[in-house]
């Protein structure tokens, strides 16, 4: 069973940055997937940036030039830095991992932008 922490969530103002972080409880054995999800208050989970075992990411049109995933095989990590936020990216942000064993989430992690 893999656990995943997520953390970097807080209250920023319009235009500001923020880098989330998902650690994973032990080495996930390539992954085919691992990617970040976002819900926002009354509407569905949806996918913000996917990285796929062949590295081609994926990103939501809304983030596109704006957010950027990574991942730090060595530190079990990957990330999402977020710049020029908008209040309509307030949202609770989840981590997320496939492997051939499973489909893993972490508890998510509050992104709130307001002035």
């Known amino acids: 069973q893999v656990q995943l922490v997520e953390s970097g969530g807080d209250l920023v103002q319009p235009g500001g940055s923020l880098r989330l972080s998902c650690v994973a409880s032990?080495?996930?054995?390539?992954?085919?997937?691992m990617g970040w999800y976002r819900q926002a208050p009354g509407k569905q989970r949806e996918s913000v940036a996917t990285l796929p075992s062949n590295g081609k990411i994926n990103y939501a049109d809304s983030v596109k030039g704006r957010f950027t995933i990574s991942g730090d095989s060595a530190k079990n990590t990957v990330y999402l830095q977020m710049n020029s936020l908008r209040p309509e990216d307030t949202a609770v942000y989840y981590c997320?991992?496939?492997?051939?064993?499973?489909?893993?989430w972490g508890q998510g992690t509050q992104v709130t932008v307001s002035s």
């Open positions: 997320n991992v496939v492997t051939n064993y499973g489909n893993y």
């Open positions: 032990r080495s996930i054995f390539s992954p085919n997937v």
